[in-house]
């Protein structure tokens, strides 16, 4: 359920807002004062916030300003006067709405409800989805550093993962063992290329259904290994 903060010292008009809200399922809350406001507005996790402008202690246009250089939490600003609104647009401080005072409280809810609609597809559109290779029945996801062989979660060590990973996503390119250990290992780590053909062996025994005939990861004799697709 959404959490809503309204900061406004009308009692009457308050309660009123948060009456309709409430009916249209909305968690709320009411702060009277400015500094009290602003302090939650920051601290606990609102989704969206109605501010008045004009407040005891700490006014609107601070409020605005400091909860918006902290997080994006919606605003929707509301005052009495016509000229306050022009004025708050013309500062730019992040509002994301303004209403002017008197207003329909089933206004001031469906804007309420089209901002959370709004913010809550921009903060679902930001979440990242894992970088995932998907090559003939082996899935490596890079984000979560997981390797799946033909849907079972196989286990690799961090070198493991790394090699395997570095040839799966260069495929048919041939890289001889001093490359994948230069590209691989950091330069001062103790070993030699003998720890490439070691670390190929145990992804093998892994990944391929039968590792003395190798059906992904090749052997180019005298050169190194290749990815296969
Ligand atoms: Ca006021």
């Not at 507005?41 to 400091?66: S, T």
């Not at 994301?96 to 913010?119: G, I, N, Q, W």
């Not at 890289?175 to 780590?189: A, G, H, N, Q, V």
Request: charged residues 35%.
């Amino acid at each position: 359920m959404s959490r809503i903060l309204i900061i406004e010292d009308e009692e009457s008009i308050a309660d009123l807002e948060k009456d309709y809200l409430e009916l249209s399922g909305f968690e709320v809350d009411i702060e009277g004062e400015g500094p009290a406001g602003l302090e939650r507005a920051l601290n606990e996790d609102f989704q969206l916030v109605i501010l008045d402008l004009m407040l005891p202690g700490v006014d609107g246009f601070e409020i605005c300003r400091q909860l918006r250089e902290a997080k994006n939490t919606p605003i929707i600003m509301v005052s009495a006067k016509k000229d306050d609104i022009d004025k708050i647009r013309g500062l730019g401080l992040g509002a994301d709405d303004y209403m002017t005072k008197p207003f329909s409280p089933s206004e001031l809810v469906a804007r309420v409800k089209a901002h959370l609609t709004r913010y809550e597809r921009l903060v679902s559109s930001n979440v990242k989805e894992n970088t995932v290779i998907e090559i003939r029945g082996i899935k490596i996801d890079k984000t979560a550093r997981r390797v799946w062989v033909g849907g079972e979660e196989k286990n690799f060590t961090s070198r493991e993962f790394d090699l395997l990973t570095f040839l799966a996503e260069n495929p048919n390119h041939v890289f001889t063992k001093e490359e994948l250990f230069r590209r691989i290992w950091d330069m001062d780590s103790v070993g030699d290329i003998a720890t490439v053909t070691v670390h190929i062996k145990k992804i093998r025994e892994k990944i391929e259904f039968n590792s003395t005939k190798p059906q992904y990861i090749e052997t180019i004799w005298g050169v190194g290994y290749r990815f296969k697709v």
